[in-house]
């Protein structure tokens, strides 16, 4: 998929729709037709909706809205609709068709769509209520800049949740038929029965051979306050893209105190644009597991004081560093912020991971940048697909306690030498300006532009570095919540949730 241009939202909208009915069910069986959702009677002046639309169970009433809840199982194409004085809950793990597996052949797989329209708010009451779009089945979760979609948790709804809040539901994730390198069974990486478990979870899988795999499309959506432990080590994040492929559409996204990662992508080809990720407790983007895909113009904020947060950014691959395929992340037009001392770096580049920064600025009170272990430092090797050391073009650094980490592994010389090599030139000195925490000042704009084009087919050029150009650059306003790690100025508060 190609980059999209600011302001191109509508047409990107439509040019999704066309792309996937086209693709509906591919690879499997096809679902039983079902009409969409008609809805019930409605609103009571002033107070809840009489009833639910039919495929949705009665819930009552939470915070003076009807309560309707989704099916554990959608395995027949299903809406959820906007409609006044009514809210949608998850009540334990909610499927969106069956795993069709990786070659699109498995025993009793079922493909479905849910769709979600503008404005529709989805709650979860607890740690065990998530989302889960399988192999071969989509979200269509397309917002809008004046009706967002929100998944939020019940203590939000009913007035309980603060900018300290946490883990108060599972999150969403969507599971596909692209590519991964961590295989179960000793698979090729890559191939079509190369899948993995998600997070051991033994009958949720992800992977296959398929790059331009299609799970749907999520465009301007707010995920607030998920996050959740399943087993030690092993959680739900506010967003995960496990194996998801490139014609997935994922924009306008802003994922708000997850207990965990903001977003996780397992392998995959994903591309993904206009991101804001505010306060989550791990890092907030963290790539893995032989991801080759695309991100532009994304926020990032860790939470301010104490001790959580992890690193604003890690990108890493398997235990087995030279897996193929390899991790190859390019991410261009970032402002990445870390106020926490939760972590000992803003970036964390391991494993053997290929990774390019590019257009970006880092401002940190810690370290602005660690990278471990020599195979992410090796040189380009084309029998291993690697594509040389970390690259750096156009970005700045504002750091705290140093600029490179010395955690004895690769010395903050030989990370210092990488940084300012005649390769890399334009990476200037750099002092922080940044308005609003977020918004580009005269230092931002003072520093020269990459031209983010060449990197491939999805990002696109810009005149400038950062997220957010200036005071006139308005990509994130509407959609986006607003608190105390960074206010937006939209006047919609994330600890409340906003009815459109």
Same mark, same amino acid.
């Given at each position: 998929?190609?980059?999209?241009?600011?302001?191109?939202?509508?047409?990107?909208?439509?040019?999704?729709?066309?792309?996937?009915?086209?693709?509906?069910?591919?690879?499997? @069986?096809?679902?039983?037709?079902?009409?969409?959702?008609?809805?019930? *009677?409605?609103?009571?002046?002033?107070?809840?909706?009489?009833?639910?639309?039919?495929? !949705?169970?009665?819930?009552?009433?939470?915070?003076?809205?009807?309560?309707?809840?989704?099916?554990?199982?959608?395995?027949?194409?299903?809406?959820?609709?906007?409609?006044?004085?009514?809210?949608?809950?998850?009540?334990?793990?909610?499927?969106?068709?069956?795993?069709?597996?990786?070659?699109?052949?498995?025993?009793?797989?079922?493909?479905?769509?849910?769709?979600?329209? *503008?404005?529709?708010?989805?709650?979860?009451?607890?740690?065990?209520?998530?989302?889960?779009?399988?192999?071969?089945?989509?979200?269509?979760?397309?917002?809008?800049?004046?009706?967002?979609?929100? !998944?939020?948790?019940?203590?939000?709804?009913?007035?309980?949740?603060?900018?300290?809040?946490?883990?108060?539901?599972?999150?969403?994730?969507?599971?596909?038929?692209?590519?991964?390198?961590?295989?179960?069974?000793?698979?090729?990486?890559?191939?079509?029965?190369?899948?993995?478990?998600?997070?051991?979870?033994?009958?949720?899988?992800?992977?296959?051979?398929?790059?331009?795999?299609?799970?749907?499309?999520?465009?301007?959506?707010?995920?607030?306050?998920?996050?959740?432990?399943?087993? *030690?080590?092993?959680?739900?994040?506010?967003?995960?893209?496990?194996?998801?492929?490139?014609?997935?559409?994922?924009?306008?996204?802003?994922?708000?105190?997850?207990?965990?990662?903001?977003?996780?992508?397992?392998?995959?080809?994903?591309?993904?644009?206009?991101?804001?990720?505010?306060?989550?407790?791990?890092?907030?983007?963290?790539?893995?597991?032989?991801?080759?895909?695309?991100?532009?113009?994304?926020?990032?904020?860790?939470?301010?004081?104490?001790?959580?947060?992890?690193?604003?950014?890690?990108?890493?691959?398997?235990?087995?560093?030279?897996?193929?395929?390899?991790?190859?992340?390019?991410?261009?037009?970032?402002?990445?912020?870390?106020?926490?001392?939760?972590?000992?770096?803003?970036?964390?580049?391991?494993?053997?991971?290929?990774?390019?920064?590019?257009?970006?600025?880092?401002?940190?009170?810690?370290?602005?940048?660690?990278?471990?272990?020599?195979?992410?430092?090796?040189?380009?090797?084309?029998?291993?697909?690697?594509?040389?050391?970390?690259?750096?073009?156009?970005?700045?650094?504002?750091?705290?306690?140093?600029?490179?980490?010395?955690?004895?592994?690769?010395? @903050?010389?030989?990370?210092?030498?990488? !940084?300012?090599?005649?390769?890399?030139?334009?990476?200037?000195?750099?002092?922080?300006?940044?308005?609003?925490?977020?918004?580009?000042?005269?230092?931002?704009?003072?520093?020269?532009?990459?031209?983010?084009?060449?990197?491939?087919?999805?990002?696109?050029?810009?005149?400038?570095?950062?997220?957010?150009?200036?005071?006139?650059?308005?990509?994130?306003?509407?959609?986006?919540?607003?608190?105390?790690?960074?206010?937006?100025?939209?006047?919609?508060?994330?600890?409340?949730?906003?009815?459109?």
């Amino acid at each position: 998929m190609t980059g999209f241009p600011r302001n191109a939202s509508l047409l990107i909208a439509a040019a999704l729709c066309a792309a996937t009915a086209a693709c509906g069910g591919e690879g499997g @069986p096809a679902p039983t037709p079902s009409p969409t959702a008609t809805p019930g *009677p409605g609103p009571s002046p002033g107070g809840p909706a009489n009833g639910c639309p039919s495929g !949705f169970e009665d819930g009552g009433v939470i915070a003076d809205k009807r309560n309707c809840i989704l099916p554990r199982e959608v395995i027949r194409d299903l809406t959820v609709p906007a409609r006044s004085g009514t809210v949608y809950s998850l009540s334990g793990r909610v499927d969106v068709g069956r795993d069709i597996g990786g070659d699109g052949q498995a025993s009793g797989g079922i493909a479905a769509t849910l769709t979600v329209e *503008p404005g529709v708010v989805v709650f979860g009451s607890g740690g065990l209520d998530y989302l889960v779009v399988n192999r071969g089945s989509k979200i269509r979760a397309i917002g809008s800049a004046a009706a967002p979609i929100i !998944f939020t948790s019940r203590a939000n709804l009913e007035g309980l949740a603060t900018d300290a809040s946490q883990g108060q539901w599972g999150g969403v994730i969507l599971l596909g038929r692209a590519p991964i390198s961590d295989c179960l069974g000793g698979a090729t990486g890559g191939s079509a029965n190369c899948e993995q478990t998600y997070e051991g979870l033994a009958t949720t899988l992800y992977g296959g051979g398929l790059a331009g795999d299609s799970s749907g499309a999520l465009q301007y959506v707010q995920i607030r306050y998920a996050g959740f432990e399943l087993f *030690p080590n092993q959680e739900i994040n506010g967003l995960t893209l496990a194996g998801v492929g490139s014609a997935t559409v994922v924009d306008h996204i802003q994922v708000h105190n997850s207990a965990d990662d903001g977003i996780e992508i397992f392998g995959g080809r994903a591309n993904a644009g206009y991101l804001v990720l505010t306060g989550n407790d791990d890092d907030s983007l963290d790539t893995d597991q032989g991801y080759q895909g695309f991100i532009q113009f994304m926020v990032a904020a860790q939470r301010t004081g104490g001790g959580s947060g992890d690193e604003v950014l890690e990108a890493d691959s398997p235990d087995a560093e030279d897996s193929l395929p390899r991790q190859w992340t390019r991410l261009s037009n970032a402002t990445l912020v870390q106020r926490s001392t939760g972590a000992s770096s803003a970036i964390l580049l391991r494993g053997g991971a290929d990774f390019t920064l590019a257009n970006s600025v880092i401002s940190t009170g810690r370290a602005c940048i660690d990278i471990d272990g020599a195979p992410t430092m090796r040189a380009t090797d084309a029998g291993l697909q690697d594509q040389g050391p970390p690259v750096f073009r156009s970005v700045v650094l504002s750091c705290g306690t140093s600029a490179y980490l010395n955690d004895g592994d690769i010395t @903050p010389n030989a990370i210092q030498a990488l !940084f300012e090599s005649a390769l890399f030139g334009n990476n200037p000195a750099f002092a922080n300006s940044l308005v609003n925490g977020f918004v580009n000042g005269p230092n931002e704009t003072a520093a020269p532009a990459f031209d983010a084009s060449t990197l491939g087919g999805f990002p696109i050029a810009t005149s400038y570095i950062g997220a957010v150009k200036d005071a006139n650059d308005r990509w994130f306003s509407g959609w986006t919540c607003d608190s105390a790690t960074l206010d937006f100025g939209g006047g919609a508060r994330c600890d409340r949730v906003q009815y459109r």
